[in-house]
C-alpha cells in the first residue's frame, strides 16, 4: 500500500505564500506521477498540478498558472507545492496524490487525507 501524508497548509492573507509537501512512503516499487488536487465546498475536486516521474513533465490548472509551482525530491518520494500570490479562491482543501506501481496490487492511484487552505483577510 501507499501511505501519503501531507504538510504545510493553513491560513493566509491574499497575497500571500504558502508550500505544501507531501511524503509518499509504503511497499512502492515505482512511482509515476505526483499531484496536487483541491476540492472547495460545494464543488468538484479539480487538478492543482502535476508531474511526472520520467521527464519530470508538469501540468498546471489555467487557474494557478504563473503563481504555483510543483517539484519533487526522487530520493524522498515527496512533492511539493509552492503557491504564491494566493487569492481567496485558492481557498480549498488540498489533497495529494499518487499514481504509483506497489509489490501487493500492481499499479495505483493513491490519496492523502487532505490538508486545508484558507487565504482570507
Known amino acids: 500500500q501507499v501511505q501519503l501524508v501531507e504538510s504545510g497548509g493553513g491560513l493566509v492573507q491574499p497575497g500571500g505564500s504558502l508550500r505544501l509537501s507531501c511524503a509518499a512512503s509504503?511497499?512502492?516499487?515505482?512511482?509515476?506521477?505526483m499531484g496536487w488536487y483541491r476540492q472547495a465546498p460545494g464543488k468538484e475536486r479539480e487538478l492543482v498540478a502535476t508531474?511526472?516521474?520520467?521527464?519530470?513533465?508538469?501540468n498546471y490548472a489555467d487557474s494557478v498558472k504563473g503563481r504555483v509551482t510543483i517539484s519533487r525530491d526522487y530520493a524522498k518520494n515527496t512533492v511539493y507545492l509552492q503557491m504564491n500570490s494566493l487569492k481567496p479562491e485558492d481557498t480549498a482543501v488540498y489533497y495529494c496524490?499518487?499514481?504509483?506501481?506497489?509489490?501487493?496490487?500492481?499499479?495505483?492511484?493513491?490519496w492523502g487525507q487532505g490538508t486545508q487552505v484558507t487565504v482570507s483577510s
Open positions: 509504503g511497499s512502492i516499487v515505482r512511482i509515476n506521477a
Open positions: 508531474i511526472t516521474t520520467d521527464s519530470g513533465t508538469t
Open positions: 496524490n499518487t499514481d504509483a506501481l506497489t509489490l501487493l496490487k500492481g499499479r495505483g492511484d493513491y
